[in-house]
């Protein structure tokens, strides 16, 4: 499977995961890894269905920047940067563009033309109400 093959697998991915389409389901590997913060690292489509349904309670809605994907080849994987917006299941909209910058990195790898393993790399407090951090990062006192 060469990159521009991965890119293409890669960005159905982001389009199933925006549409809450079952059809990502079929990009896998049996075993699949899926690590996420908060989530930990598990493995199997039933571990990537159990994630989608936990993701989708906490989400109204999420986007992916697909058209503007940066796309690394480190060899056998694949790392991916963009951008990500949408809204809580509470209508609290994300990113709020102070300190959630809708960024994130995942890395996949493949195996047999499917993905076999995904980490991804998010700050989960999406709407930026972790106050305890945020203040003990802040550069400012604000």
């Not at 940066?70 to 102070?98: H, I, N, Q, S, Y």
Request: charged content about 30%; hydrophobic content about 40%.
């Amino acid at each position: 499977m060469n990159f521009e093959q991965k890119k293409a697998v890669i960005r159905r991915y982001f389009q199933y995961i925006d549409n809450r389409d079952s059809r990502i389901l079929d990009l896998y590997t049996e075993d699949v890894e899926l690590l996420f913060p908060k989530f930990g690292r598990h493995y199997g489509k039933e571990a990537m269905i159990l994630f989608a349904e936990r993701m989708t309670k906490m989400l109204n809605q999420l986007q992916h920047d697909i058209e503007n994907l940066v796309f690394l080849d480190a060899g056998e994987k694949v790392v991916v940067e963009g951008r990500e917006w949408g809204e809580m299941a509470d209508g609290t909209p994300f990113p709020d563009g102070k300190v959630s910058q809708g960024l994130f990195c995942n890395i996949f790898e493949f195996r047999d033309q499917l993905i076999s393993s995904v980490h991804i790399y998010a700050d989960p407090d999406l709407p930026s109400l972790d106050h305890v951090r945020i203040k003990a990062l802040a550069l400012t006192s604000s």
